[in-house]
């Protein structure tokens, strides 16, 4: 699943070296993140999850994938052990079209997690490629990888 994952990220990154940016796709992929951040910085996971697909799947930078029920299951498990959740994501660039796109991120995390007794701050970035597919329901997020650091 890595090897499938390396590759599609090496295809996604070669597609949109490639091609310009449409200036409408970007717009609309880049008020979804904010929606996202939005739901994620009020604590409206549910919301955060409503906006991926059922066949969502996501690979951590080890390769690991989970699906979105496995997802959901592992941020659920965390809840308890986090608070003052804050989210900031930058949209660095949009490809696609009308029915597919795919977009390079970067998430700015902060939160304290909780250490034993104590709560200790916590951030970090993280970039991604994600793929949004249009479905009935709107975008939706199909695709999620972090990419590699260096």
Not at 135 to 141: E, F, L, R, S
Request: charged share 20%; net charge positive; proline share 3%.
């Amino acid at each position: 699943m890595r090897t499938l994952g390396l590759i599609l990220l090496f295809v996604v990154s070669a597609f949109g070296v490639g091609q310009g940016e449409s200036a409408p796709l970007r717009k609309e992929i880049t008020k979804l993140y904010a929606d996202f951040d939005r739901a994620l910085n009020t604590g409206n996971f549910e919301a955060g999850f409503a906006m991926l697909d059922g066949s969502f799947v996501t690979v951590d930078e080890d390769g690991k994938s989970m699906t979105k029920k496995e997802f959901r299951s592992m941020i659920n498990s965390m809840s308890g052990m986090m608070k003052n959740f804050h989210s900031s994501i930058t949209v660095q660039q949009v490809q696609g079209g009308p029915n597919e796109a795919f977009a390079w991120i970067t998430m700015q995390e902060s939160f304290s997690a909780k250490q034993g007794n104590k709560w200790q701050k916590v951030s970090k970035t993280e970039k991604f490629v994600e793929t949004w597919k249009k479905t009935p329901a709107g975008w939706k997020i199909t695709y999620s990888q972090v990419q590699p650091k260096g």
